[in-house]
C-alpha cells in the first residue's frame, strides 16, 4: 500500500466501512484489502474520477451488486442488476455467455457533462476468445464499449462508431479503455494497448451494461460474454499517470485477495 494521508487511526477509512456494511463483508481479508484499495486509490488522486466501482469481492450476487463509490441499494448509485444465468465466486463474476449480462444504470448523456473525458474498465481472470462486449451501451448513434480480444483485437468505442482495435495476444490482465479529449487509448495492465485520435459524437443516451452491450435498451443479441470479471469501473478520463497507478492499485487489491492474473 502507497504511504498517503487517508489512514484513519480508528479503523477503516470511511468510505471503505460504507461499502463493507452494506455488502455485508464479515472476512477480515477481504475488509482489509477493499479498505487498502479505497486508500491507494484516494492516495493516488484517482477516486475522485471514479464514479462507479465493481470489486466483486465477498462471493455472492449480493455481495456483487454494490458499488464502491456510492453503495446504497438503488438504480442511482448505479448498484448492478443481473439478469440470466451468472457465476458468482471469490474470484469475481462470470457471466454464462448466452443470455447473461447485468444492467449499471449507468447513462452517459446523463452522468457526464462532456462527450470527450471518460474511462470504463474490466479486469478479465480468463482467456476467452468469444465475440462479445465487456461493457457497452449504443443508442443507434454513437456507442460507449470495451470488447476484450475477439478475433485477436481489443475493440474500444468511445462516444462515436470508429473505434480503436489493437491486436491483443489473450484476454487475461486489467483493461482500461480511456478518452481525454481526442486521444483514445486501451491500456492493458501497465502498458498502452493502442491508441488513436478521433472526435466524439456526443454521449449514448441508454445504460451500460456489464458482460453486454446495451443496444437501445434491450440486450444486443450474439454478443454476450463468458469472461470472468475481478473487477470493473466507470468513471472520468485517466491520464497516463492515472492508469499506472490505477493498475498499481487494482493488481494490489486482487493479490491481496489471491485472485491476481
Same mark, same amino acid.
Given at each position: ?25 464479515? @472476512?477480515?481479508?477481504? /475488509? ?9 486509490? /484516494? ?26 463509490? @456510492?453503495?446504497?441499494?438503488? #438504480? ?30 449507468? +447513462? ?5 457533462? +462532456? ?6 474498465? +474490466? ?28 478475433? %485477436? ?6 462516444? #462515436? ?12 490482465? %486489467? ?8 486521444? +483514445? ?28 452491450? #446495451? ?20 468513471? @472520468?478520463?485517466?491520464?497516463?499517470? @492515472? ?16 485472485? #491476481?492474473?
Amino acid at each position: 500500500m502507497i504511504i498517503n494521508p487517508y489512514v484513519y487511526a480508528g479503523g477503516f477509512d470511511p468510505d471503505a466501512q460504507a461499502f463493507i456494511t452494506a455488502a455485508g463483508i464479515t @472476512d477480515n481479508t477481504q /475488509k482489509t484489502a477493499i479498505n487498502t484499495l479505497v486508500l491507494d486509490m /484516494k492516495g493516488f488522486g484517482i477516486w475522485t474520477k471514479m464514479k462507479a466501482i465493481y470489486p466483486f469481492v465477498g462471493g455472492t450476487a449480493t455481495t456483487h451488486k454494490f458499488n464502491l463509490k @456510492d453503495p446504497q441499494d438503488t #438504480n442511482a448509485a448505479f448498484r448492478l442488476v443481473f439478469f440470466g444465468g451468472w457465476t458468482h465466486s471469490s474470484n469475481g463474476v462470470q457471466a454464462n455467455g448466452t443470455n447473461g449480462y447485468a444492467n449499471t444504470f449507468f +447513462v452517459p448523456s446523463a452522468q457526464y457533462a +462532456v462527450d470527450n473525458n471518460h474511462h470504463i474498465s +474490466v479486469y478479465s481472470r480468463l482467456n476467452q476468445t468469444q465475440n462479445d462486449v465487456e461493457l457497452g451501451c449504443y443508442d443507434g448513434t454513437r456507442a460507449l464499449q470495451l470488447r476484450v480480444f475477439f478475433t %485477436n483485437a481489443t475493440e474500444f468505442y468511445s462516444n #462515436n462508431l470508429t473505434p480503436v482495435n489493437p491486436a491483443d495476444a489473450n484476454s487475461v490482465g %486489467n483493461y482500461i479503455a480511456n478518452r481525454i479529449g481526442t486521444a +483514445v487509448k486501451i491500456f492493458k495492465n501497465n502498458t498502452t494497448l493502442g491508441s488513436f485520435t478521433n472526435a466524439a459524437n456526443g454521449r449514448p443516451t441508454v445504460s451500460l451494461f456489464l458482460a453486454e452491450s #446495451n443496444n437501445s435498451g434491450i440486450p444486443n443479441s450474439g454478443l454476450y460474454s463468458n469472461k470472468q470479471y475481478a473487477f470493473a469501473s466507470i468513471g @472520468d478520463g485517466l491520464t497516463d499517470t @492515472d492508469a499506472a497507478n490505477f493498475y498499481t492499485a487494482v493488481q494490489n487489491f486482487q493479490v491481496a485477495l489471491s485472485r #491476481n492474473v
